[in-house]
């Protein structure tokens, strides 16, 4: 499974640097649990400031910060606003 997870944020907000600290976590628990399953995985994140790149933001409809873009093969984008502190339930809604 390829896993893509794009986290847009305003550099130096709180709210932005504690998304990025959890996406972190997000990603090395959902290889783990992933792979528990027997299933490869290949998750690419990517980190993206909203004031130095918006067109970037504005191609997937991004207009608030921190939000998690999560891409799958063969699923609907799923779009998740805040600081990511509810690893577990974002963890169960990447893995459905």
Known sequence: MKLELKLYITAGTPK???AISNLEKICSACARRLEMLG??????STIIDILEYPEK????GVFATPTLYVVKENVA?????GDLTNI???LSLIER
């Open 16 to 18: 932005s640097m504690l």
């Open 39 to 44: 299933e490869e995985v290949e998750i690419d």
């Open 57 to 60: 933001a504005s191609e997937v």
């Open 77 to 81: 984008p799923l779009v998740l606003l």
């Open 88 to 90: 577990d339930d974002i």
